[in-house]
């Protein structure tokens, strides 16, 4: 069963940092790229980040280009979000996502002071 679970959010204080944590099952992910995606509150769902297969090739919103890092680890079937310089504009959930619609449950992340 193919299965994503994200993890590794929370509350931090503006100019924090957290890495995020997107767990693979029922598939190898070495053939495929993966993407971060968020949902703020009264907003629609955006892209954040993309990865490739090869993790070779990365993409990024440009609000937070320069803060986010995606990289990924296919030994562990886990593609990570690294987030720092947060700010309260990156409180949303964040998703995981393989092509082909397949989306994991979501983590909470919030920046406030």
């Known amino acids: 069963q193919l299965q994503l679970v994200e993890s590794g959010g929370g509350l931090v204080q503006p100019g924090g940092s957290l890495r995020l944590s997107c767990a693979i099952s029922?598939?190898?992910?070495?053939?495929?790229?993966i993407g971060w995606f968020r949902q703020a509150p009264g907003k629609e769902r955006e892209a954040v980040s993309c990865i490739s297969s090869s993790g070779g090739s990365t993409n990024y919103a440009d609000s937070v280009k320069g803060r986010f890092t995606i990289s990924r680890d296919n030994a562990k079937n886990t593609v990570y979000l690294q987030m720092n310089s947060l700010k309260p504009e990156d409180t949303a959930v964040y998703y995981c996502n393989k092509p082909g619609g397949y989306w994991g449950q979501g983590t909470q992340v919030t920046v406030s002071s």
């Open positions: 029922g598939f190898t992910l070495d053939y495929y790229g």
